[in-house]
């Protein structure tokens, strides 16, 4: 949702010979420049999601063809994760060029409006909660007032700030009973509203806390920092990432390998414990599998929008990328509303999919239509007026 702050729309080229600064950041495009893969990468993420969101608010949970079952399986949990690296790229680039003058004064204005918008975002959030229990929006808000106060910090800062989130995650986590909130085994969550309630869904055991989920959008504002936008420099990370990640993607889908975390056994009592520490909440394991899929799918889409340019299926895919904060709030509101009122809110695994398509169609062809007219989406429009 950052990309409301960068002006210009389309592909527009980059300076192919960046200055290397030295707090860090290296190859990233100056403000201004709209980047198509950044943009392709978010319409994509919000697509899974409302798949994903779909299918959780229509108790979708049924049998359903070989294939969608697959599908469904190969993106839980994954699409969010995606979109909140996204939004630490978003961050890095919306601050790059008070970052590369060392002007105090922009500085302070780039940090005044992220957390304006931050604040925006919460109170959007606490709105849309009313009606989808799984809004991702009051915890995008706190991540992106904990990723300002450091947004001008050298790069190896922000992976040592992703580490003490997910520290800080497990000390919570180790502390506070998780299971608060969720007596009911309702969706819902219980005292939500509540002072105490809402810290506690916010900070500690929500869908999305923000501990450790900042740690997501702290490694995405690292990794706008290196030579991705360099097709050379992007490469290298490609031939790096990739691998990882469809190792860990395989390994993750044999049931035995997260078994043995779970029950090491090695005869080594201190082992165990340390084996056994990646898969207790936060879940450090499961975290840099989905983290190392946002990392992947940021540098493909970056690649692939290089590549193609041109193409119109791109370019449609990343102008509704640039509306994504409108798309999100819409697929809760215009459709899910609705259906909840009519009684007819619990479908099938393949209809959920069917209306998930049917939505980002419609949200596609919005954003063409809208953008001849107007540079931002409804709601990116409104939060730029309200929040700069």
């Given at each position: 949702m950052?990309q409301?702050?960068l002006?210009?729309r389309g592909?527009?080229?980059?300076?192919?010979?960046?200055?290397?600064?030295?707090?860090?950041?290296?190859?990233?495009?100056?403000?201004g420049h709209?980047l198509?893969?950044?943009d392709?990468?978010?319409?994509?993420?919000i697509?899974l999601?409302v798949?994903e969101?779909y299918k959780n608010?229509?108790e979708a949970?049924?049998?359903?063809p070989?294939?969608?079952?697959?599908?469904?399986s190969?993106i839980?949990?994954?699409?969010a994760?995606?979109?909140?690296?996204?939004?630490?790229?978003?961050?890095a680039?919306?601050?790059?060029?008070?970052l590369?003058?060392?002007d105090?004064?922009?500085?302070?204005?780039d940090?005044s409006r992220?957390?304006?918008r931050g604040v925006?975002?919460?109170?959007?959030?606490?709105f849309n909660y009313q009606?989808w229990?799984?809004?991702?929006?009051?915890?995008?808000?706190?991540?992106?007032a904990?990723?300002?106060?450091?947004?001008?910090?050298?790069?190896?800062?922000?992976?040592?700030s992703a580490a003490t989130?997910?520290v800080?995650a497990?000390?919570?986590?180790q502390?506070?009973?998780?299971?608060v909130g969720w007596?009911n085994?309702h969706i819902w969550?219980?005292?939500?509203l509540?002072?105490?309630?809402?810290?506690?869904?916010?900070f500690?055991?929500g869908?999305?806390?923000?501990?450790?989920?900042t740690?997501?959008a702290?490694v995405?504002m690292?990794?706008?920092?290196?030579a991705?936008?360099?097709r050379?420099?992007?490469r290298r990370?490609?031939?790096i990432?990739?691998?990882?990640t469809?190792?860990?993607?395989?390994?993750?889908?044999?049931?035995?390998?997260?078994s043995?975390?779970?029950?090491?056994?090695?005869?080594?009592?201190?082992?165990?414990?340390m084996l056994?520490?990646?898969?207790t909440?936060?879940?450090?394991?499961?975290?840099?599998?989905?983290?190392?899929v946002a990392i992947s799918?940021?540098l493909?889409?970056?690649?692939l929008?290089?590549?193609?340019?041109t193409s119109r299926?791109i370019?449609?895919?990343a102008t509704?990328?640039?509306?994504s904060?409108?798309h999100?709030?819409a697929h809760?509101?215009?459709?899910?509303?609705p259906?909840?009122?009519l009684g007819i809110?619990?479908?099938s695994?393949m209809?959920?999919f069917?209306i998930?398509?049917?939505?980002?169609?419609?949200?596609?062809?919005?954003s063409?239509?809208?953008?001849?007219?107007?540079?931002?989406?409804?709601?990116?429009?409104l939060?730029?007026?309200i929040a700069?």
């Amino acid at each position: 949702m950052e990309q409301f702050e960068l002006e210009k729309r389309g592909g527009a080229a980059l300076d192919p010979h960046p200055s290397t600064m030295p707090s860090g950041a290296d190859n990233t495009p100056r403000k201004g420049h709209r980047l198509l893969g950044i943009d392709m990468a978010r319409s994509l993420a919000i697509f899974l999601m409302v798949v994903e969101n779909y299918k959780n608010a229509m108790e979708a949970h049924g049998a359903g063809p070989a294939w969608l079952v697959w599908f469904f399986s190969h993106i839980e949990g994954r699409a969010a994760p995606t979109f909140v690296t996204l939004m630490g790229v978003g961050l890095a680039l919306l601050a790059h060029k008070a970052l590369e003058s060392g002007d105090p004064a922009l500085r302070r204005g780039d940090t005044s409006r992220i957390i304006k918008r931050g604040v925006f975002l919460v109170l959007l959030g606490v709105f849309n909660y009313q009606l989808w229990p799984g809004d991702i929006l009051h915890f995008y808000g706190f991540y992106m007032a904990l990723c300002a106060l450091v947004l001008f910090r050298p790069s190896w800062t922000l992976l040592a700030s992703a580490a003490t989130v997910m520290v800080l995650a497990y000390i919570v986590n180790q502390v506070f009973d998780s299971n608060v909130g969720w007596e009911n085994g309702h969706i819902w969550y219980n005292g939500y509203l509540t002072p105490s309630g809402f810290v506690r869904n916010t900070f500690m055991n929500g869908y999305h806390p923000v501990f450790a989920w900042t740690a997501y959008a702290l490694v995405g504002m690292w990794l706008a920092r290196q030579a991705i936008f360099d097709r050379q420099g992007r490469r290298r990370f490609l031939v790096i990432f990739i691998p990882i990640t469809l190792v860990f993607e395989i390994a993750i889908s044999f049931p035995d390998f997260l078994s043995f975390f779970y029950n090491p056994h090695t005869g080594v009592p201190f082992l165990d414990s340390m084996l056994q520490l990646l898969v207790t909440r936060p879940r450090p394991l499961i975290m840099l599998e989905r983290q190392l899929v946002a990392i992947s799918a940021v540098l493909v889409c970056l690649e692939l929008a290089d590549r193609f340019r041109t193409s119109r299926i791109i370019e449609t895919l990343a102008t509704t990328g640039r509306m994504s904060l409108t798309h999100y709030l819409a697929h809760t509101f215009l459709v899910l509303g609705p259906m909840f009122l009519l009684g007819i809110l619990q479908q099938s695994r393949m209809t959920s999919f069917i209306i998930a398509c049917c939505f980002f169609a419609a949200a596609m062809t919005f954003s063409v239509l809208y953008s001849r007219r107007f540079k931002q989406g409804p709601l990116e429009a409104l939060m730029r007026r309200i929040a700069g």
